[in-house]
């Protein structure tokens, strides 16, 4: 039911690029995520009702933990949305994956030559996703380069994740990190003038869609599957969400990779499915 929850979770993030891709054409990145982790926050306040967690302050320390990660994750995500395609962003942001084992490595879990080796060749093919460019594929350094640090962002997130949803009761986490993403969101969208309501239908239902389905709906699985599985697990499982990027990419959008960059994309999805564990 973990790897099914995990999987379900995949198939909603890689989909969802497509839809907050074409509302960032109305609406600026952190305004949209502002709105986007409030409605979210609001959604995920029934999980704190009558749960003893929900008083203890270091739940609300791990909480913003997880949200300085989530925040920093999703901020340069959607920041590089701008600058490149949903399906290279959903590729790159699949790197996470590999990074889970190498960032566990700081909190004393030794990576195995396994691990290595797949580093290795989702470096390669990171290199040729964004370096073999074709006018096809569209996307720029710029916005490579903030999608590959984003992927190190949820890779930090997802082993935090794995240390405190063991630690205590997972769903009274989950409105605390998304509270202080919507917060620092909002505080950036104000300091940078993007604060508007006067958008089309299309950039509400996004914002509907990623905060019911892509954040409140898919962290509370997350979140439940972390108490039954391990980090590299989860990352593994979660490694889907780049292929279900990729397709929507192509049927939404009519998205393509270069010859060069498809290479680099399948090096990038070996090096992810090498850490199966």
Known sequence: MATLALLLTSAVWG??????KDALQEVGPLWFLALRFSLATLLALPFLVGRRE????NNWRWGGILGLALCGGYLLQT???LYTTAQKSGLITGLSVVLVPVVGWAFGRRPSGRTW????????????????????AGGTWTG???TALCAVAFAVHLVLLDRYAKAGDPRTLLAPQLGLVALLSLAGAGWHGEIAFAFSSQVWVAVGVTSALATTGAFALVLWAGQRTSAARMATVLAMEPVF???????????MLHPVQGVGAALV???????RS
């Not at 989909?15 to 907050?20: I, K, N, Y």
């Not at 929900?54 to 302050?57: D, I, T």
């Not at 999805?269 to 850490?275: D, N, P, R």
């Open 15 to 20: 989909w969802t690029f497509v839809l907050v």
């Open 54 to 57: 929900a008083r203890s302050g």
């Open 79 to 81: 920041w590089g949305l």
């Open 117 to 136: 080796g797949g580093v290795a060749l989702a470096a390669v093919g990171l290199a040729l996703l964004t370096l073999g460019g074709g006018s096809l």
């Open 144 to 146: 490579d380069g903030l």
């Open 245 to 255: 990027a990729a397709l929507g990419g192509w049927l939404l959008r009519g998205e």
């Open 269 to 275: 999805m070996a090096g992810i499915l090498s850490q």
